[in-house]
C-alpha cells in the first residue's frame, strides 16, 4: 500500500488493491474516490491541498493523473504509449509533477529517469538521465523549497542488472539533484543501501529505508549534520535484491509538523514519532469490489497414437517446383506438389537438416548430424536414395548451397555448442568445395547463410556492420568485402537467383524489396521508405526461398507452404500487396512412440496417487505406454507374458510435471540425438515439462521428435519464443487485437497452446494478448516481472497463471482474497525468486551440489 498525508494533516490517501480511498489521520472507515476495473494507484496530496496525484492504467498503460481531493474531476496528464510513468511527486507550487519515466532496450526490466510535467499538459522536461538501461532509478520526492529533487538509484557495481544481489553491500544509493545548478550528488550511499527518500515539511530531516541485515529498517538523517538513526525496524521487506519499478518501497509521509512518520508495513498503517520512538497503528477498514475475468485454461490432449507434424522446418523447392524437401521431427522428407504424400529421403539413422537442390533438381546436399560420429555435409539422389558423404572430417556444418552452374558447394563451418559440445570445433569459417566432394576452400572466417550470386563470382552472406544486422558480400578469393543491406531487426536475408530482388525476415514476418548496388548499404526494414518495401505475410513466415526463375517467394508457417508471385507483390504507390499469397498444406503424419509388451515392476513402495495411499509390497502392470494395474503383490495378477522385473527396495512415484522448465535447446539448428537436459530431468523424476520460453523451431522439432520415439526425454510442451515487449530482433509489437490475433496463430500454427506475455508496457497489450487467446483456445503464461501490481492486475484480468514469485512478501487477505476467488494459477519458481534471494543459493549452501 502506497499512502500521503494531505498537507493540512487530516486525511491520509492509501490505495488497495488497484483503487485509491482516503480516511481521516485517525483511521476509520475509508472512502473510495477512484475504483473500477483501471490500476490507480500512489496517491500523493498536492501541497495547496485541491488534488490528488496517482498513477493510473485508464488509458491502457501507466500515466500520471490527477484529482479533486474528493475523487472528482479527474484528469490525465502524461500521455505516453511506451515510456510509461509512476511515481509522481508534486513541486511545492502545487502546478508540476516530477515522475519517474521508465525505459527499456535490449532487456525489459528497464531504468528510469526523472521528468517534470505541468498539470496543465505538454510532454514533459527531463531533469536526470539514466546511466544506462539496466540499472534502475526512481522514487523522486521534491524538497519542499523546490531547490532539490531525490530520488533512489542502483549503484551496484558494473553496467548490469544482476538478480539477486547482496543487500548487506551497497545496492541502492540516494542522490540528490540541484534544480537551479543541475548539480547532482549522491547524498546517502552506505552499507545497506538507501531507498525512497522522503523530506521532512521543515525541510531539515530525510527519511529513507535502508536493510539492516535481514530487516527492512526506516532511518532519519539530519540534512545538515549528516547523522542518521533508525526509528523503526519493523518495515516490510524492501525489494532492493531485485527490481522495483513502481519503488522500491510503498511511498510514505511525513505529518506536517514533521513530527512523524506515516507508512504501510506488514499490512497495517502505522506512525512513529519521531523525538519519541512511539510506534502506533492506525486503524483502516477498506471495503472493496472488484472484477475479475475468466482465466484461460483449456484442456489438452496429451496422447494420440499418431500426430500431424507442425514444425515443419528448413523447406527447399526443386528448380522445377514439382518437390518439396523439409525437416520434420530430425529427418528430411520429400513430397511431390501439390497433393503428394511425404516420405523420407533417406533411411540414414544420422539427423538430417538444411535440404538443397542442386540447380538441376537431381540431387539435395544436407548436413548431418550424429553425437557419436559428429556432422558432415552429405547428398542424395533425390530419385534413387542414393547417398554419399561430400566432407572428409567431422565437425558442425551448415548451409550447404550448390552455385548457380551446380559445380562447387558454399557451406559452413560452426565451433559447437553447449548442448552439443565443441570437440571437432576448430577451423570454423565459410568454405568453398567441389559439388562432388574433396578439398575445401576457406572463403571467410566469419559470417552465416552463404550462397552464390548469380554469375558464381561473389559469395553473399549474413554478418554485422555497425551494430547491425547486415547482407554483404564477398568475392572466392575472400577479397573485396561489400555491405549490400543492414538491418536492426531482420533475422534472414535470401537473395533472388537473378540477383534483383531480396527478401527478409523482420519480426517475424516476410518482405521484399529490390537488390540495388550502389556502393552503400541499404536499409532492409518495414519502415524504409526510400526503395519499396512490402509484406506478404499475414501471421509471419520462416524458411524464406526463392522460385528458380526469381518469379515467386516461398515460406512456411508450421504445416502451411505458401507462394506468393512477386509481380503482385507491390502496388509501387505503397506497401500493399495486390493479392495474397497461396498456400498448400502439407500433411506428414507420424506414429507415436508406443513401448511394446507387458511389463511388470513387483516389489516396490509406490506412491499411487490414491490420497496420500503408499503401497508398502505393490506391482505394477503396464501395457504399451499404459498402466494397467496397481496394487498390493498379493492382489495383484501377473499375466504369463508379462517381463517381470524386481524393483524390491525401489520406491515408485508418479512422474513430476515442471511447469517452468527450460531445458535447453541448441541455439544453431541442430538437434542432438541425445539431449543431456532432458536426461538429467528424467533423473530427477520429471516426466513432463512446459518451457514458458524458448526457440520456437527447435523446441517444437524436440517436441515432434520425443512423440514419435526419435528422442528420449520428458513430454515437452512450450510457449515457444516469448511476446517480448521491450527490444530486440525477436520482440512483438502489440498495439491491437489483430497484432495479438497474428502472434499467437503464428505460434499456435507450429504446436504452441500456450504463449508468454512478456513485459508487454501497457495493460491494454496484455489484455489483447488475453482476448486473442480466448479467441484461439489459448492460454496465456506472463512473465511476473517482478512488479506487484501489475501481477494483481494480471490476476483480475484472468491469465492463465503468473510466472514467478510476486515481490512481495507476506500478502494478506486484500491479495488472498482476490487471487483465491479466481483460476488464476501461481508459478513462484522459487529457484528464481523476485523480491529477495534466490532460492537457489539454498542447495549451494546446504548441500554438495556437485555430487547430484
Not at 98 to 119: C, D, N, P, Q
Not at 263 to 276: D, M
Request: proline share 5%; net charge neutral.
Amino acid at each position: 500500500m502506497n499512502l500521503d498525508v494531505s498537507a493540512d494533516g487530516q486525511e491520509i490517501a492509501f490505495d488497495l488493491l488497484g483503487d485509491i480511498y482516503v480516511m481521516p489521520i485517525s483511521g476509520g472507515v475509508a472512502k473510495l474516490i477512484s475504483g473500477g476495473t483501471a490500476w490507480d494507484v500512489q496517491p500523493r496530496f498536492s501541497p495547496n491541498g485541491k488534488y490528488i496525484s496517482y498513477t493510473s492504467d485508464k488509458s491502457g498503460g501507466d500515466n500520471i493523473w490527477i484529482m479533486n481531493r474528493d475523487g472528482s474531476g479527474k484528469k490525465q496528464v502524461t500521455k505516453e504509449s511506451f515510456r510509461l510513468l509512476n511515481n509522481a511527486t508534486w513541486m511545492p507550487n502545487s502546478e508540476y509533477l516530477v515522475a519517474r519515466k521508465h525505459f527499456t532496450a535490449g532487456r525489459s526490466l528497464g531504468a528510469g529517469e526523472m521528468w517534470m510535467y505541468s498539470i496543465n499538459g505538454g510532454d514533459g522536461v527531463q531533469l536526470t538521465k539514466r546511466k544506462n538501461d539496466q540499472q534502475d532509478a526512481g522514487e523522486p520526492n521534491v524538497s519542499p523549497d523546490g531547490k532539490y529533487v531525490y530520488f533512489s538509484e542502483d549503484v551496484s557495481p558494473g553496467p548490469n542488472f544482476e538478480y539477486s544481489k547482496d543487500p548487506n553491500g551497497t545496492i541502492y544509493a540516494i542522490r540528490q539533484l540541484d534544480l537551479t545548478t543541475g548539480k547532482l550528488s549522491t547524498l546517502i550511499n552506505e552499507q545497506g543501501g538507501a531507498c525512497r527518500p522522503q523530506v521532512s515539511p521543515d525541510g531539515n530531516l530525510i527519511a529513507f529505508v535502508k536493510r539492516v541485515r535481514l530487516k527492512s529498517t526506516l532511518y532519519v538523517q539530519n540534512l545538515k549534520t549528516g547523522e542518521e538513526w533508525p526509528v523503526n525496524e519493523d518495515l516490510s521487506h524492501d525489494q532492493q535484491e531485485t527490481w522495483a519499478i513502481f519503488g522500491v518501497y510503498p511511498n510514505f509521509a511525513w505529518t506536517p509538523d514533521s513530527k512523524s512518520i506515516v507508512f504501510y508495513a506488514k499490512g497495517k498503517i502505522r506512525k512513529t514519532e519521531i523525538g519519541t520512538l512511539i510506534n502506533s497503528t492506525i486503524p483502516f477498514q477498506a471495503n472493496t469490489i472488484q472484477t475479475v475475468q475468466k482465466a484461460l485454461h483449456f484442456e489438452q490432449q496429451v496422447f494420440s497414437n499418431e500426430f500431424s507434424a507442425k514444425m515443419l522446418r528448413q523447406l527447399t523447392t526443386s528448380p522445377d517446383g514439382k518437390i518439396i524437401v523439409f525437416n520434420a521431427a530430425g529427418y528430411l522428407y520429400k513430397q511431390e506438389l501439390p497433393a503428394g504424400t511425404p516420405e523420407r529421403l533417406t533411411n540414414g539413422l544420422d539427423f538430417e537438416f538444411e535440404p538443397a537442390f542442386s540447380p538441376d533438381g537431381k540431387y539435395i546436399v544436407y548436413t548431418t548430424w550424429s553425437d557419436e560420429l559428429r556432422g558432415a555435409i552429405k547428398r542424395t539422389d533425390v530419385k534413387s536414395g542414393k547417398t554419399i558423404m561430400l566432407t572428409d572430417e567431422k565437425g558442425f556444418y551448415y548451409s550447404p548451397q550448390y552455385s548457380t552452374k551446380g559445380d562447387k558447394i558454399v557451406f559452413r563451418k560452426g565451433s559447437g555448442n553447449d548442448v552439443l559440445g565443441y570437440n571437432y570445433g576448430r577451423g570454423t569459417g565459410i568454405f568453398m568445395m567441389p559439388a562432388n566432394g574433396g578439398a575445401k576452400t576457406l572463403i571467410l572466417d566469419n559470417g552465416i547463410r552463404p550462397q552464390f550470386n548469380n554469375t558464381d563470382t561473389r559469395i553473399y552472406f549474413q554478418s554485422y556492420a555497425d551494430g547491425k544486422k547486415a547482407l554483404k558480400s564477398i568475392d572466392l578469393n575472400g577479397a573485396n568485402e561489400r555491405t549490400h543491406f543492414t538491418s536492426q531487426y531482420a533475422n534472414q536475408f535470401v537473395i533472388s537467383p537473378d540477383n534483383k530482388w531480396v527478401a527478409f525476415n523482420e519480426l517475424f514476418n516476410v518482405y521484399i524489396t529490390p537488390m540495388i548496388n550502389i556502393g552503400t548499404a541499404q536499409d532492409a526494414s518495414a519502415g524504409n521508405k526510400a526503395i519499396p518495401v512490402t509484406k506478404v505475410t499475414t501471421d509471419g513466415g520462416t524458411y524464406i526461398q526463392w522460385s528458380a526463375d526469381s518469379k515467386s517467394l516461398h515460406w512456411t508457417l508450421g504445416p502451411k507452404y505458401f507462394t506468393v508471385d512477386v509481380n503482385n507483390a507491390f502496388n509501387f504507390d505503397g506497401t500493399t500487396p495486390k493479392t495474397e499469397a497461396s498456400s498448400i498444406d502439407i500433411n506428414l503424419v507420424l506414429k507415436s512412440d508406443i513401448p511394446n509388451g507387458i511389463v511388470a515392476l513387483k516389489g516396490a513402495r509406490i506412491i499411487s496417487m490414491k490420497g496420500d495411499e503408499v503401497i508398502e509390497n505393490g506391482t505394477i502392470i503396464t501395457d504399451g505406454n499404459k498402466i494397467t494395474a496397481i496394487g498390493k503383490a498379493d492382489a495383484v495378477t501377473i499375466p504369463a507374458n508379462a517381463k517381470v522385473i524386481d524393483v524390491n527396495g525401489k520406491t515408485i512415484m508418479p512422474g513430476i510435471v515442471d511447469v517452468h522448465a527450460h531445458l535447453r535447446t541448441s541455439p544453431d539448428g541442430i538437434t542432438p540425438q541425445s539431449d543431456w537436459s532432458y536426461m538429467a530431468n528424467l533423473a530427477f523424476g520429471v516426466t513432463t515439462s512446459h518451457d514458458p520460453s524458448s526457440n520456437t523451431e527447435m523446441v517444437f522439432s524436440q517436441s515432434e521428435m520425443l512423440k514419435a520415439g526419435r528422442m528420449i526425454g520428458p513430454r515437452v510442451y512450450s510457449t515457444g519464443s516469448i511476446l517480448y515487449g521491450a527490444d530486440g530482433d525477436f520482440k512483438v509489437v502489440i498495439n491491437s487485437l489483430d497484432d495479438a490475433l497474428a502472434n499467437l496463430r503464428r505460434l499456435k500454427a507450429v504446436g504452441a497452446f500456450s504463449v508468454k506475455s512478456y513485459n508487454q508496457p501497457r495493460r491494454e497489450q496484455r489484455q489483447q494478448i488475453l482476448e486473442a487467446a480466448r479467441q484461439l483456445n489459448m492460454e496465456v503464461v506472463p512473465e511476473g516481472g517482478s512488479t506487484f501490481f501489475t501481477n494483481m492486475n494480471m490476476v483480475a484480468d484472468g491469465h492463465t497463471g503468473i510466472e514467478h514469485s510476486i515481490p512481495v512478501i507476506p500478502v494478506y487477505k486484500d491479495v488472498t482474497t482476490l487471487w483465491n476467488n479466481t483460476d488464476v494459477a501461481y508459478t513462484p519458481t522459487l529457484i528464481v525468486a523476485y523480491g529477495g534471494q534466490w532460492g537457489e543459493n539454498y542447495w549451494y549452501d546446504r548441500t554438495n551440489v556437485w555430487e547430484n
